[in-house]
């Protein structure tokens, strides 16, 4: 399983923006995610991207946020713009199983297999 460190967290008024990134220990061909949990809440699906670039959405944060990878960096980034306070909670990246995602298999946990510690996001209104 590949280390994953996610950085670029913080507090910011809402409509602002936040850049996170999440760097790889190895060079990884499968697709990856990010996912963030707030207090009291389940873990949820926030975007993902497949080893060609193919990206993925959850319906909450399509258009104010986009999510990218450069391979030869083993980075990934999370680009999140306008943002809301219902965006505030810890991000994740997460490594999947495969390169490409079946189906709707992006947004499900268990198709993923390392996971960083998390960075803190806060939106303040």
């Known amino acids: 399983q590949v280390q994953l460190v996610e950085s670029g967290g913080g507090l910011v008024q809402a409509g602002g923006s936040l850049r996170l990134s999440c760097v790889c220990s190895?060079?990884?061909?499968?697709?990856m995610g990010w996912f963030r949990q707030a207090p009291g809440k389940e873990r949820e699906f926030v975007a993902a991207?497949?080893?060609?670039?193919?990206?993925y959405y959850a319906d909450s944060v399509k258009g104010r946020f986009t999510i990218s990878r450069d391979n030869a960096k083993n980075t990934v980034y999370l680009q999140m713009n306008s943002l809301k306070p219902e965006d505030t909670a810890v991000y994740h990246c997460?490594?999947?199983?495969?390169?490409?995602?079946?189906?709707?298999?992006?947004?499900?946990?268990?198709?993923?297999?390392?996971w960083g510690q998390g960075t803190q996001v806060t939106v303040s209104s």
């Open positions: 997460a490594a999947a199983t495969t390169p490409f995602f079946a189906g709707t298999s992006y947004r499900e946990v268990r198709n993923y297999n390392s």
């Open positions: 991207i497949s080893w060609s670039g193919g990206t």
């Open positions: 190895e060079r990884s061909s499968n697709g």
